[in-house]
């Protein structure tokens, strides 16, 4: 059960928050858009209520991983800035790391050459750590946690009917066992989908893929994961549901 009344504790820095105590052997949370935050140095030039789109921020994740992180053996790795200030699950190298079009809203604070300053003030910072987090406290498994909007703007005709999609790239241990457990609940589940694990997986790729740990990816569907309850709920499942994968893959 998750626990309430309780708030994980935090270390926060400008580019990534760790939720939660990372312990040896327990299962790290890792939520790349987890925050819609534009440090105040920083003007995209869109308008403000955007920040509360899909664009900006993985809606519902946050909160998802904060609760997931009251509970002991696990902690949560979380963005803390919003993807449109620099997304940490793309290639270093592609321009879509600062992006300057999101599903067909331009970014104009985003041209101009900021890139470089981008990827040096937040990209690289966050991996980094990362990186160090896996190398001195390495989890048994790891959680990629992001969610998708139910539509695109830009793709209307567009139809994304699965609660929740398990992604991966070529290590499937957990999502293989992952899978069956979701559709148990009662969930429609899509295997990589809404898109491919083996097409956009940067972080996991980079932390997981490339150093034999095993992962699976989550992406919930925005509108299964808005309100209080709704994450509650979802922190339960996935509690639950980590901890069998767990033991699982360990046997």
């Not at 699965?162 to 070529?170: A, K």
Request: contains cysteine; aromatic residues 6%.
């Amino acid at each position: 059960m998750v626990a309430h009344g309780r708030q994980a504790a935090m270390i926060e820095e400008e580019a990534y928050r760790i939720l939660g105590t990372p312990r040896f052997g327990g299962i790290l949370v890792i939520s790349d858009h987890a925050s819609n935050l534009v440090p105040a140095d920083i003007d995209l030039g869109i308008d403000p209520a955007l920040m509360n789109d899909h664009i900006a921020i993985d809606i519902g994740v946050g909160a998802v991983g904060e609760l997931m992180a009251q509970n002991p053996g696990i902690a949560a790795f979380q963005g803390n800035v919003s993807r449109l200030v620099c997304d940490f699950n793309r290639d270093e190298d592609s321009l879509a790391s600062v992006p300057e079009v999101s599903d067909g809203v331009e970014i104009p604070g985003n041209r101009g050459g900021v890139h470089e300053a981008r990827l040096a003030r937040f990209y690289r910072p966050y991996h980094s750590a990362l990186a160090h987090l896996l190398v001195e406290t390495p989890p048994s498994l790891i959680l990629s946690l992001h969610s998708f909007t139910p539509q695109l703007a830009s793709d209307p005709h567009s139809h994304r009917p699965w609660d929740c999609g398990v992604l991966y790239n070529q290590d499937d241990r957990a999502s293989r066992v992952a899978i069956p457990l979701l559709d148990a609940e009662g969930l429609h589940v899509g295997e990589n989908e809404p898109y491919s694990g083996k097409i956009l997986n940067t972080t996991m790729n980079v932390h997981a893929e490339a150093e034999g740990r095993p992962y699976f990816g989550v992406e919930i569907r925005q509108d299964k994961v808005t309100t209080s309850a709704q994450q509650e709920e979802w922190a339960e499942r996935l509690v639950r549901i980590c901890n069998r994968v767990a033991i699982a893959i360990g046997e």
